[in-house]
Every structure is written in structure tokens, then in C-alpha cells.
């Protein structure tokens, strides 16, 4: 059986009379790579900081590894690498000297610590900017600095805090990569972020947060499974009489067909060929049509209707 | 702690503004108040020339020994003109001369305007006249001795010369870069808020990255201030070095002790920089702002812009210059150069480090605090 990595109980924080986190509970296995998803303000980082014991909380219970979390706990912390949404490194030191900087805080032996450093620059790609200044770096590649200073000590937990936020997508793609060879290499990992796909590339298992509370958790097909949607059809089409959409209301297995903007979007639960059947539908009663697809549910959607909003604002 | 010591000395020095502030600024403006200042007090202090004429009505030859012997040299007393007395009006009516002696069997000095000039060269005559026969008999028995009774005799006529109360002497000159050594060693408050700043996870990010590491926050800030108070007694012995070698600004012959006194400066700056860093509730700008003021102010009232400041605040309100850290540093100098004994330099040396040691506790007591309710 897997061992537990993180165990979070009941967790209550409150910031005056804002409840940040309310009875918050999770659960993490050894070699996940978790997913924290939710809307900006919804608690992830608040959860996150908990966990590392930089914040206070009013309620419940945190475990590392088995042990209570504490921050003077360095044992359990030094099995710990945490890269931060914001950018934190030294800005006059080298990138070669900022990851043995990093790295030096847990590791004491020079030896070994050179080789850790060694393998974290390539692990980024960052071999051929050990030199440069952090000043000197483009966007992504500072995320990636950003990245190695928070892995080179070879924690067994990873904590990830929105590490993509503006980033171009060659860097994305890559820290993503990266996320994956780390949790192959054994490593369990802890990723928050607003971005679904991201989320939904990676995670081995997902926690969805709202108004800090866990409203659902599972794997992505389970938690998609968890919703009445199965399917989406969007067809674009000029004019659309009300009795054919009446017609593909009728149909078995829609439970939604709105028609604006020329546009039809219907929402199916369950059954085969429901595409099929809506354009037989359509062509009987020789609607012209233009662009046809068909989506499976998003994440966006599992929180759409868990929550009735939108998981965020479309970028 | 030694990883953190030399990572933190690198980031440090490698810091332009840090380097400006705490090491070039210094030279700038210790450099622009040597050029400022020693122009004013050369025309305070030093003892120019008096330009006199000599009108020789009836030969004096003893007088006119007494004369050239104090016209000679760098520090000459007299610019003298040997000339008649028309000329010799002509001269004074055009202001080319403080006054004329004639010798007329006694001496009689004419002057145009009353002032300091016109003083000493009657005090000078005043003291001719009584002294005149001792100067005739070492004239005609021990003629050998005629320039050491002179000198004696033009010491007691110097009427602007100080009389100290001990061996040393010192200038308000010399004050000024004792403030600015004061000002200097303050600023490494700045370096000190950083400390505090980037151990802190509720000030920075670079604090929660610290603070999530197994490296307790005792030795990552023992590493950082270590490295901190040597890089800023490094600054602050650059400063003194550039006064004493370059700038050549005499602050006495006890030069260790001299750098000892920048030393403990330089701590009581970081150690009160590192309290402000540690302050709650107010930003990091305003911290900085704190830093900056707390120098500035702490200087101005050590006497670097207003050098009589320290006399009226000793009349009026004399705690302030027992605490003032600034003016702690500047007395340390001060000491030093006026005292034989080291009593009272200890006195100011102790209440610096009593005042390092209190800031860095409460410093400490601040940033105890390993949660925060909020980030």
C-alpha cells in the first residue's frame, strides 16, 4: 500500500472574518503528482503556506511523512522543495551560484551539493547560462532558475505554486516535462494552479478548492464522471428554426440545446453517436450548417456545475 | 553559517547601490567638504601674513633683526615693507598694508581701520617695547638665542592662538569628517534591513524560500550580519583611510583606535537596521525610508551641517547627545584626539556597544516568530 505523504485534517483558517480555509481536508499519496485547482483567491496558496507552517491556522491537523509539520521540524522540511509563484532568487548571484546557494541550505556536503547543482542545471536546460545573472535571463528561463533553486537538493516533495504563471509556452511545456521526470524519478508532487489543462496534463489526482473548501477530488476522468455532462456539441449555423430545436430537445440523452449568436450548443448525458443523431436531425430539415464539434467535459465544466461559476475568466 | 557568510558577502558587494552609497558616496563627499571646508578655514584659521611697512626714520637695527626674523619662514608673522613714509601711505590708503611703523626713536604705529590685523601688530609693538631690553642684551651677549626669544616673545603676542586644556589639539575642521565618519557608519542600517528583510517570510519572498529550508533562521541571520558588519567596516575603513592618506586630515597619531571607533560605528549602524528591518506593520519602503532619515537626522544633530549644534544641544538638551549614535561616533574621535586617558572614550565606546547589543536583541525579539498569521 502507498504511504501517506501528506495528511491535512480539518484545516480552518480564517483572516479576520474572511474564512480562507474551512475544514479543509486532503489527503496525498507517496509518488503523485496532486493537483490543486481553483479560482484565484480560493485558498490554494493559503493551503499551501499552512502546510509549509509559515502561517498560522485555527483549526486541524498537518502531517509530513507521518510527522506533525512545525517549523522548527527540519528533519521533515529538509525532504521538502518549494518553488513560489513569485520569482525568489538572488539577483547578484550567477545562476550556478544561486542554485548551490539554495541547495546549500540542505545540503552541507560540498562534494555532494556540486554534483546536485550539476544535475539541476541540466535538469532545466540551463547549462549554457550557469554565468549570467538572474537580470540577464529571459522570462522563462528565470522561471527554470526559479525552478532548479527549489529542486537541486532532491526533495522527496515537491510543492509547486502556480511556477507557470506568465510564462511562453516552450518554457511552460518544459516545466511541465520537467514536473513529470521528477515524479518518475520518485518524487511526489503538490501543483496549484488556475490553469485546467495544466492541471489536467499532469495530475495523477486533482482536489478542486472554492471558497476554501474542498468540493470535489479525484482523478480527472472521476471527477468528470461526477457530472452530468458528458458531451458538448457546438454546431454554427445562419438560422435555426425553434421546432427543429424542439426536435433535438426531444432527443434521447440531450438535457440542453441553446441557440444564440448563430450558434447552437448542445449538452449531452450519456449515450453513442449523439453527433450522429443531431445531424441527421439537422439535415432533415435541411438546415445549413458551418463548423461542427464535439468536446468531452472540461475541468472548467466540473467546476461549472459543481459551483455554477466559471473556474476562471477566459484569458 | 559559513555558506550563508559568503553567499550573503558576495550578494552584498556585488550590490551597486550598496557599494555606491556605503563606499564611493563617502569619498565624494568627504572629498567635497575638503575642498569646502579647508578654503573657509584657511581664512578662519590660518594665520596669513600681516602685511606692514617699516618707515626707518632713525635706524633701529635691534627692531629691524626682531622685524626680518619674524617675516621669514612659512608661518612669518609680518609681510614687511622697508620703505618712506610717503610710499608707505600710499600703501595703507590702498589697503596693501594693515598698518606703519615708524621708528622714531620709539615705536608709533599708524593704522587706517580697526580690526584683528591692526590688533596683533599694536600688541606686537606693546610687547616690543617691554621686552626690548631683554631683546638688546641677548643681541650683544648671546646673539645665538636671538631667534628662540623671538619665537617665545611672537608666541605670547599670537592673540588668536588656542590654549588646550590637554596634549591634544583638534579643529572644527576635523569635526566634520568625524561627523561624516559618524554619517557613514549609520548608513550601514540599510545593509542591516536587509538582513531582516530577506529572512523574513512575512517581508519578502526570499524569506519564505529561507524559511522553508532546514537552516534555522539563528544562523542564516548570524551569517548574514557577520558578513554585513565586515563588509561595512570595510567601507568604513576605506572612508578613514581616504581622510588620513589622500584628504591627509590630521585626526591624531592614534590610528588603531581610530579604525576601532569606525568599527563599532559600523556595528551600531547594522544593528539598528536590522531592528528597523524587523519593525511590523510598516512596508518595506517605509522601513527603508526609516533607515535613511534615522541617519540623516541622528547626523545633523552630531554637528555634520551645523557644527555648533552639539554645543546647544549639551546647554538645552544634553540626553540627546548621551544617546544619539551619531554623536556617539563623532565624540569616540574627539576623545581621542583631545584625551590622553581613554575614560571617556570608553565611556562613549561601551554605550555604542549597549545600544549595538539592545537593537539587535530587540531585533531578534521581533523576528522570533516562526508562523505569521499572514503573508
Known amino acids: 500500500m502507498e504511504n501517506t505523504v501528506v495528511k491535512i485534517e480539518n484545516l480552518v483558517k480564517r483572516y479576520k472574518e474572511l474564512i480562507a480555509l474551512d475544514h479543509f481536508s486532503l489527503e496525498i499519496k507517496e509518488c503523485e503528482v496532486f493537483g490543486?485547482?481553483?479560482?484565484?483567491?480560493?485558498?490554494?496558496?493559503?493551503?499551501?503556506?499552512?502546510?509549509?507552517?509559515?502561517?498560522?491556522?485555527?483549526k486541524g491537523s498537518i502531517e509530513i511523512f507521518g510527522q506533525?509539520?512545525?517549523?522548527?521540524?527540519y528533519g521533515v522540511k529538509s525532504q521538502i522543495g518549494v518553488i513560489m509563484q513569485n520569482v525568489a532568487v538572488i539577483n547578484e548571484l550567477t545562476v550556478r551560484e544561486n542554485i548551490d546557494y539554495f541547495c546549500g541550505l540542505y545540503i552541507r556536503d560540498k562534494t555532494l551539493r556540486q554534483q546536485y547543482v550539476k544535475e539541476a542545471i541540466e535538469f532545466v536546460g540551463l547549462e549554457d547560462f550557469v554565468k549570467f545573472y538572474p537580470k540577464k535571463l529571459s522570462g522563462g528561463l528565470l522561471r527554470r532558475l526559479n525552478i532548479a533553486c527549489g529542486i537541486a537538493h532532491k526533495p522527496r516533495l515537491i510543492i509547486l505554486d502556480e511556477p507557470t504563471v506568465a510564462v511562453d509556452p516552450?518554457?511552460?511545456?518544459?516545466?511541465?516535462?520537467?514536473?513529470?521526470?521528477?515524479?518518475?524519478?520518485?518524487a511526489t508532487v503538490i501543483y496549484t494552479s488556475h490553469y485546467m489543462e495544466?492541471?489536467?496534463?499532469?495530475?495523477?489526482?486533482?482536489?478542486?478548492?472554492?471558497?476554501?473548501?474542498?468540493?470535489?477530488?479525484?482523478?480527472?476522468?472521476?471527477?468528470?464522471?461526477?457530472?452530468?455532462?458528458?458531451?458538448?456539441?457546438?454546431?454554427?449555423?445562419?438560422?435555426?428554426?425553434?421546432?427543429?430545436?424542439?426536435?433535438?430537445?426531444?432527443?434521447?440523452?440531450?438535457?440542453?440545446?441553446?441557440?444564440?449568436?448563430?450558434?447552437?450548443?448542445?449538452?449531452c448525458s450519456g449515450g453513442r453517436h449523439n453527433l450522429v443523431k443531431l445531424l441527421d436531425v439537422l439535415t432533415a430539415d435541411d438546415i445549413s450548417f458551418g463548423r461542427v464539434y464535439s468536446e468531452r467535459p472540461t475541468l472548467n465544466d466540473v467546476f461549472l456545475e459543481i459551483t455554477g461559476r466559471q473556474l476562471r475568466d477566459k484569458e | 553559517m559559513l555558506h550563508e557568510l559568503k553567499y550573503s558577502f558576495l550578494s552584498t558587494v556585488r550590490e551597486k547601490s550598496a557599494v555606491f552609497w556605503l563606499m564611493l558616496f563617502p569619498l565624494l563627499l568627504s572629498t567635497m567638504f575638503y575642498f569646502a571646508f579647508s578654503n573657509l578655514f584657511a581664512s578662519m584659521n590660518g594665520f596669513s601674513q600681516i602685511p606692514v611697512a617699516v618707515v626707518e626714520v632713525q635706524k633701529n637695527e635691534i627692531f629691524g633683526k626682531v622685524m626680518d626674523t619674524l617675516?621669514?619662514?612659512?608661518?612669518?608673522?609680518?609681510?614687511?615693507?622697508?620703505?618712506?613714509?610717503?610710499?608707505?601711505?600710499?600703501?595703507?590708503?590702498?589697503?596693501?598694508?594693515d598698518?606703519?611703523?615708524?621708528?622714531?626713536?620709539?615705536l608709533s604705529l599708524k593704522v587706517k581701520t580697526n580690526g584683528l590685523s591692526q590688533s596683533i601688530i599694536e600688541s606686537f609693538l606693546t610687547q616690543y617695547n617691554t621686552q626690548e631690553a631683554v631683546i638688546k642684551e641677548t643681541v650683544q651677549n648671546n646673539p645665538q638665542k636671538l631667534e628662540a626669544v623671538i619665537a617665545a616673545f611672537s608666541k605670547e603676542i599670537d592673540a588668536v592662538e588656542t590654549k588646550p586644556l590637554t596634549n591634544g589639539t583638534m579643529d572644527i575642521f576635523v569635526g566634520f569628517f568625524h561627523a561624516l565618519i559618524g554619517m557613514v557608519a549609520l548608513m550601514g542600517s540599510t545593509l542591516g534591513f536587509n538582513v531582516s528583510a530577506n529572512n523574513q517570510a512575512n517581508l519578502s519572498q526570499m524569506g519564505v524560500r529561507k524559511a522553508v529550508s532546514p537552516t534555522?533562521?539563528?544562523?542564516?541571520?548570524?551569517?548574514?550580519m557577520l558578513s554585513t558588519f565586515i563588509i561595512h567596516c570595510v567601507c568604513v575603513a576605506v572612508t578613514i583611510t581616504y581622510m588620513l592618506l589622500v584628504l591627509r586630515i590630521d585626526m591624531g597619531d592614534k590610528i588603531p583606535m581610530i579604525y576601532l571607533s569606525g568599527f563599532i560605528g559600523a556595528l551600531t549602524g547594522v544593528s539598528i537596521g536590522y531592528f528597523i528591518g524587523a519593525l511590523p506593520r510598516i512596508s518595506l519602503n517605509g522601513k527603508l525610508g526609516i533607515c535613511i532619515g534615522f541617519t540623516l537626522v541622528t547626523s545633523f544633530f552630531s554637528g555634520l551641517y551645523v557644527a555648533d549644534i552639539k554645543g546647544i544641544l549639551s546647554v538645552y538638551a544634553p540626553i540627546v547627545n548621551e544617546i544619539n549614535p551619531a554623536t556617539l561616533i563623532t565624540d569616540l574621535f574627539y576623545c581621542l584626539m583631545l584625551y590622553d586617558d581613554y575614560t571617556r572614550y570608553m565611556q562613549k565606546f561601551i554605550t555604542l556597544l549597549i545600544i549595538s547589543v539592545i537593537f539587535t536583541l530587540a531585533g531578534v525579539l521581533l523576528t522570533r516568530r516562526k508562523k505569521y498569521a499572514s503573508l
Do not use: W
Open chain 1, 170 to 186: 516552450q518554457s511552460r511545456n518544459k516545466i511541465l516535462d520537467g514536473i513529470t521526470e521528477l515524479n518518475k524519478q520518485g
Open chain 2, 99 to 106: 598698518g606703519i611703523i615708524y621708528t622714531d626713536g620709539t
Open chain 2, 216 to 224: 534555522s533562521k539563528l544562523k542564516r541571520v548570524i551569517g548574514s
Open chain 2, 71 to 97: 617675516s621669514e619662514g612659512e608661518d612669518a608673522m609680518f609681510k614687511t615693507t622697508y620703505t618712506d613714509g610717503e610710499n608707505a601711505m600710499k600703501l595703507l590708503e590702498e589697503g596693501e598694508i
Open chain 1, 36 to 58: 490543486l485547482l481553483g479560482p484565484n483567491g480560493s485558498g490554494k496558496t493559503t493551503a499551501i503556506n499552512c502546510l509549509l507552517s509559515l502561517l498560522t491556522f485555527d
Open chain 1, 198 to 267: 495544466e492541471v489536467e496534463q499532469i495530475c495523477t489526482r486533482i482536489a478542486i478548492i472554492d471558497r476554501g473548501k474542498n468540493i470535489a477530488i479525484g482523478t480527472t476522468d472521476e471527477l468528470k464522471r461526477m457530472i452530468h455532462n458528458t458531451e458538448t456539441i457546438t454546431v454554427e449555423t445562419a438560422d435555426l428554426p425553434d421546432e427543429t430545436i424542439e426536435k433535438i430537445r426531444s432527443l434521447e440523452h440531450i438535457y440542453e440545446a441553446i441557440y444564440a449568436e448563430n450558434e447552437l450548443i448542445v449538452k
Open chain 1, 68 to 73: 506533525r509539520m512545525a517549523p522548527d521540524n
